[in-house]
């Protein structure tokens, strides 16, 4: 693909939660297709190599070590787009994490967790994002959600609220932006990542792994939803996609 012909070119895109999985398929779609890609993500050493992957390319990657709990990373992290590039286009708030249990298992610190990083942590994104946005008159916010909150199943209560959170907070935004800043919420169902691997629950687990095993589609149907949700005109908002396994009930 030559250069002019990037669907892309010159889009600034800040992305959490980039290293691996859903985040590092979106980065590596983007940045193929022309975008100017700033990761970011906990694991330094994971950050490294895939923005060498990136440049290998000739794609243009900055990245710097985030944590989404706390503001002063996201606001380093765009800071590292704005400071690189001299502007911001969008910024995908990607990072989440996933505690699944009975409510009376009472994992409070669990619950903590999820809010922290899944409500917190995307908001931090937000608020990182709005004073420029603001001051370009345009921005668009990615949100990826989850189908979790949109199908109620036990084991998922409090994970399915915090993306629920997100939905709510997401849809008051949009209508307060008045069409400067667009808003898009992707929701993924059963996804081939290692997202599983860090749910302590070792029965909810296994039936993911399970699940994952029988149906899981690939994390780039997430990020061509990226793309096409990115390259439409100014005046066109891609507001909600749900994205599974054609199987998946």
Not at 49 to 63: D, F, R
């Amino acid at each position: 693909m030559n250069t002019t012909e990037k669907k892309l070119s010159g889009k600034v895109v800040v992305i959490t939660g980039a290293s691996s999985g859903i985040g590092k398929a979106i980065a590596l779609k983007l940045a193929e297709n022309g975008a100017n890609v700033v990761l970011g993500a906990r694991r330094n050493e994971k950050l490294s190599a895939l923005a060498n992957q990136i440049k290998m390319t000739n794609g243009k990657v900055e990245y710097a070590v985030t944590d989404v709990k706390k503001k002063e990373d996201l606001i380093n992290l765009v800071q590292t787009a704005i400071t690189a590039y001299g502007k911001l286009d969008v910024i995908i708030n990607n990072a989440g994490i996933s505690e699944l249990s009975r409510i009376d298992d009472l994992d409070i610190e669990g619950w903590d967790e999820m809010i922290d990083v899944n409500i917190k942590g995307v908001l931090y994104g937000i608020a990182a994002a709005i004073p420029f946005f603001k001051q370009q008159k345009s921005g668009h916010i990615i949100n990826i959600i989850s189908t979790s909150g949109i199908k109620i199943v036990p084991m998922q209560g409090v994970y399915a609220g915090t993306k629920n959170a997100i939905r709510t907070i997401a849809e008051a935004f949009r209508q307060e932006s008045n069409g400067e800043i667009r808003i898009t919420g992707i929701s993924p169902g059963v996804v081939n990542t290692e997202f599983v691997d860090n749910i302590k629950n070792d029965t909810m687990k296994s039936v993911i792994k399970e699940n994952m095993k029988k149906m899981a589609i690939s994390p780039d149907a997430i990020a061509n939803a990226v793309l096409y949700a990115i390259e439409q005109p100014l005046d066109v908002e891609i507001g909600d996609i749900v994205i599974r396994p054609s199987v998946q009930n």
